[in-house]
């Protein structure tokens, strides 16, 4: 606690608390007419329902759980895809815990595991390459999962095992973007948003002028911002300040971590290794243009969609939802997770339909985590 501390004070808090509340009242935010804040970050969901902010918060302001939960946005398809890979009998397949339960139209991996298949958890791309030395005779494949956070460390693995000439490792990548997203959020005419909270850790990476179209095209409020509650909660501030001034602009409230410009050893990686997809498909949202990464074929021999002839665009047709969940409506902030029919019914952390129960930044396991029986009294 001894650098979080400061970031948890509660005197702090009822301050900014206070100065949200004033900043709504002056704006005329109300219970029946509130803003609407989507915060981008799962992380920041389940900060947010953490620490209660959401009852904390002046009445007029609601918060809408956006798409920034990498796993949570993964078509089914693509879960299919990697178990067809998994379960061919000279494969490895290594993938980050989130991704072992997400339900696709087969099972999940953690099923395909059980069913035989040499399914392995790692915590890095590093771990996948260290396997693959080990077993030089067995095709390793590391599940390549996230946004811009992640999105590095395969870069840098792909570029040590080029290095290395260690030809039995790939990456089945499904890496995506988080700009492209927002876009299509602010051009869907059904939504409602009045300013965005914006994500932490892929800022690290991204730096904030990623975000400008955001206030240049929309005209709305963007505040990049940490995890912590004081973080969340001046964040929120800075977005009032924003909107009672008549401003839309790119903020930093995470300046202590977020340089403005992005890591550039990260980015120049992620440019030496991949190239966008003309378009992929998301959860909820559909195909958006650009928002998904491949490997550029210099790198080709650690392309496992290349190497197994699987991988986007090759599945028949994109799998529709199981009947009765309601993930991209809750992935897209259309609904909070208990209007869904199934939430702690058909859908639960032990047996989920759908990846935002299983996923740790899904808004649905936050609402189950932290928001207890409140969570199913608010339907």
């Not at 299919?80 to 494969?91: L, Q, Y």
Request: charged share 20%.
């Amino acid at each position: 606690m001894k650098y979080a501390s400061e970031f948890r004070d509660p005197a702090l808090a009822r301050s900014l608390l206070a100065a949200i509340a004033a900043r709504a009242d002056e704006i005329g935010a109300t219970r029946a007419r509130p803003l609407h804040i989507m915060e981008i970050c799962g992380g920041h969901t389940h900060a947010i329902f953490r620490y209660g902010l959401d009852r904390l918060v002046h009445e007029g302001i609601e918060f809408i759980h956006g798409p920034g939960c990498p796993v949570c946005v993964l078509p089914m398809s693509r879960v299919d895809e990697c178990i067809a890979i998994a379960e061919r009998p000279e494969v490895i397949f290594t993938t980050f815990g989130d991704a072992m339960r997400v339900p696709g139209a087969r099972g999940s991996l953690l099923q395909a595991k059980a069913r035989g298949a040499d399914i392995r958890m790692v915590y890095s791309p590093l771990d996948a390459l260290e396997i693959a030395r080990r077993n030089p005779a067995r095709e390793v494949v590391f599940f390549g999962l996230g946004f811009e956070t992640t999105t590095p460390s395969t870069a840098l693995s792909i570029q040590q095992a080029a290095r290395e000439e260690l030809l039995n490792f790939s990456v089945f990548c499904n890496h995506i973007t988080v700009p492209e997203p927002i876009r299509a959020l602010l051009d869907d005419p059904d939504m409602r948003l009045d300013g965005f909270i914006g994500p932490g850790h892929v800022s690290m990476v991204i730096g904030i002028h990623a975000y400008d179209f955001v206030a240049r095209d929309y005209r709305k409020p963007l505040v990049v911002a940490g995890f912590e509650p004081t973080d969340l909660l001046q964040s929120v501030l800075m977005v009032l300040d924003q909107i009672a001034e008549g401003r839309s602009e790119i903020e930093n409230q995470y300046a202590r971590v977020v340089p403005e410009h992005g890591n550039p050893v990260s980015l120049a990686a992620i440019a030496d290794v991949y190239e966008r997809r003309p378009s992929f498909e998301w959860r909820g949202l559909g195909e958006i243009d650009a928002s998904g990464l491949r490997i550029r074929e210099p790198f080709a021999a650690f392309d496992a969609e290349r190497k197994f002839g699987i991988g986007y665009g090759a599945a028949a047709a994109p799998r529709p939802e199981p009947e009765g969940c309601a993930c991209g409506a809750v992935m897209t902030g259309r609904i909070k997770p208990p209007a869904c029919p199934q939430f702690g019914r058909g859908c639960t952390p032990e047996m989920p339909l759908g990846a935002l129960m299983v996923s740790s930044e899904g808004a649905c396991a936050a609402y189950w985590q932290y928001a207890g029986a409140r969570g199913l009294a608010a339907e």
